[in-house]
């Protein structure tokens, strides 16, 4: 059974810094995809950024330039390096996982963790 936890959110100003990290168990091999994603009050959980393994990883437009994700080596940790942070990226983010490639699509990952928050004051 995969299980994912998140940590590392909290409270930022505006061009502020965080870093998010998940922790996976239950997961191995390569053929795997890992993701970011966050929600919004109101608003449909979004993909930030995913990788697939330690291939190229894929971004949103609003977050290009501004964050990275990364994995370790071993596949089983995954980061989300947060930098110039702004309002809109306020919100709960979410580690997911899924076997095989990448999707954009919130509904195409089976494991979730619980969620960290993220909020940017101006």
């Known amino acids: 059974q995969v299980h994912l936890v998140e940590s590392g959110g909290g409270s930022v100003q505006v061009g502020g810094s965080l870093r998010l990290s998940c922790a996976a168990s239950?997961?191995?091999?390569?053929?795997?995809?890992m993701a970011w994603f966050r929600q919004a009050p109101g608003k449909e959980r979004e993909a930030v950024a995913r990788v697939y393994f330690n291939y190229d990883a894929i971004y949103a437009d609003s977050v290009k330039g501004r964050f990275t994700i990364s994995r370790d080596n071993g596949g089983n940790m995954v980061y989300l390096q947060m930098n110039s942070l702004k309002p809109e990226d306020t919100g709960m983010y979410y580690c997911?996982?899924?076997?095989?490639?990448?999707?954009?699509?919130?509904?195409?990952?089976?494991?979730w963790g619980q969620g960290t928050q993220v909020t940017v004051s101006s």
């Open positions: 997911a996982y899924r076997g095989g490639y990448c999707r954009s699509n919130f509904m195409d990952y089976a494991y």
């Open positions: 239950g997961i191995s091999g390569k053929d795997n995809c």
